[in-house]
T-cell receptor, first 116, second 111 residues
Framework: KAGVTQTPRYLIKTRGQQVTLSCSPI?????VSWYQQTPGQGLQFLFE???????NKGNFPGRFSGRQFSNSRSEMNVSTLELGDSALYLC???????????????FGPGTRLTVT | AQRVTQPEKLLSVFKGAPVELKCNYS??????LFWYVQYSRQRLQLLLR??SRESIKGFTADLNKGETSFHLKKPFAQEEDSAMYYC?????????????FGKGTHLIIQP
């Protein structure tokens, strides 16, 4: 199976602009989660989508939003970019488990966003 | 609020020596704990999870609810174990409801 793919891999934006990042999950996976990784804060959960619905959200401002399409592909959008939004944005997909336990997340390579 | 603490940013040991990467958590319910690993120029990947209680690449981790710890151990380190290791917590079963990660420990195995 092909792994999780993210596009673009690198992005440079100017403060105040907006950006859209894309994530294609592993075939058959219906859950997509997004994380922000920075040297200072580490890996932080942004949100999770399952069957086109946001199921859980981390502690980020409303400038961060996302959506999921019927084919499970997901996008995240950051509006009014700030310098502090510079980070590696990771997407992870997972397959529902019938056992009731949390299931393994498969991570993509990330999109490196630089805000100048 | 849930929190994961990895007290060591960097851990350097010699090949063949035992390794222990510490992880402590804070969560009021019954958490699920994981160890993720990121080798150089590779993606973040699951190493092991406490529910499966299996040993992967010689690593084991036991969930100690009394001490709220989930330390990762390996009796004899190998050079290929050099990587970033992240301890993570999921607060609810049945879904990927968002992992809370520790800041990570950079493990360096010296020859």
């Amino acid at each position: 199976k092909a792994g999780v793919t993210q596009t673009p891999r690198y992005l440079i934006k100017t403060r105040g602009q907006q950006v859209t990042l894309s994530c294609s999950p592993i075939s058959g996976h219906r859950s997509v989660s997004w994380y922000q990784q920075t040297p200072g804060q580490g890996l932080q959960f942004l949100f999770e989508y399952f069957s086109e619905t946001q199921r859980n959200k981390g502690n980020f401002p409303g400038r961060f939003s996302g959506r999921q399409f019927s084919n499970s592909r997901s996008e995240m959008n950051v509006s009014t970019l700030e310098l502090g939004d510079s980070a590696l944005y990771l997407c992870a997909s997972s397959h529902p488990s019938t056992s009731g336990e949390s299931y393994e997340q498969y991570f993509g390579p990330g999109t490196r966003l630089t805000v100048t | 609020a849930q929190r994961v603490t990895q007290p060591e940013k960097l851990l350097s040991v010699f090949k063949g020596a035992p390794v222990e990467l510490k992880c402590n958590y804070s969560y009021s319910g019954s958490p699920e704990l994981f160890w993720y690993v990121q080798y150089s120029r590779q993606r973040l990947q699951l190493l092991l999870r406490h529910i499966s209680r299996e040993s992967i690449k010689g690593f084991t981790a036991d969930l100690n609810k009394g001490e709220t710890s989930f330390h990762l151990k390996k009796p004899f380190a190998q050079e290929e174990d050099s990587a970033m290791y992240y301890c993570a917590l999921s607060g609810r079963g049945g879904g990927a409801d968002g992992l809370t990660f520790g800041k990570g420990t950079h493990l360096i195995i010296q020859p």
